[in-house]
């Protein structure tokens, strides 16, 4: 009987081990399957995270492309001209010449213009037709080609601030039958309070 003890008690222990075993690996299956339920959920929210930051980089992006049809916000509005000759050739313009009027920056349906208006009575001098470009600002006017005083204007500000625009201005006009003079000028403008 001793034997059939120690066999009895042998069998049970191993019956008992065996059903331990057996919860120890359901316990550690359902931490398996929780970790993979984690692990799906943290790459779901990786897989967010990278697009939130490929986004905010398009943003970023997005800041310095301008819209087509519309002068940038720090651009647009009236601006304060400070205009100097810094030198020509041709006889109309002495070195250290200086203009002051006011440069009023809009868009319309047909495109992007800037319109200098006079000092003092607000008449309007001429509008140049513009163009945004490699984050500068192009201006070209011309004058009627049958006018006797035929010229044309090229500017290009190429320092732009939303409180300061620098650049120059380059005029060109015929001088004698085959020849045509040029007289440069440095231009900034200054944002125009109310």
Request: hydrophobic letters at 35%; proline letters at 3%; one cysteine or more.
């Amino acid at each position: 009987m001793p034997n059939q003890k120690t066999f009895l008690f042998l069998f049970l222990s191993l019956f008992l081990t065996a059903c331990q075993s057996n919860e120890a690996e359901e316990r550690l299956k359902q931490r398996e399957q929780e970790l993979l339920k984690r692990e799906k959920e943290f790459a779901l929210k990786e897989a967010d995270y990278q697009s939130l930051v490929k986004m905010r980089d398009s943003l970023s992006v997005m800041k310095f492309v301008e819209m087509p049809g519309q002068w940038p916000a720090r651009v647009d509005g009236n601006w304060n001209s400070k205009v100097v000759c810094t030198e020509t050739s041709c006889s109309d313009y002495v070195i250290g010449d200086q203009k002051a009027n006011v440069w009023v920056f809009f868009q319309d349906s047909t495109g992007l213009y800037a319109r200098v208006l006079n000092n003092t009575d607000q008449r309007v001098i001429r509008v140049y037709n513009g163009r945004m470009a490699n984050q500068e600002i192009h201006l070209d006017y011309g004058s009627d080609s049958g006018t006797a005083d035929f010229f044309q204007t090229n500017v290009v500000l190429n320092s732009i601030d939303s409180n300061l625009i620098k650049g120059v201005q380059t005029i060109s006009k015929p001088n004698g039958p085959n020849a045509t003079c040029i007289a440069k000028f440095s231009v900034e403008l200054i944002r125009k309070l109310n």
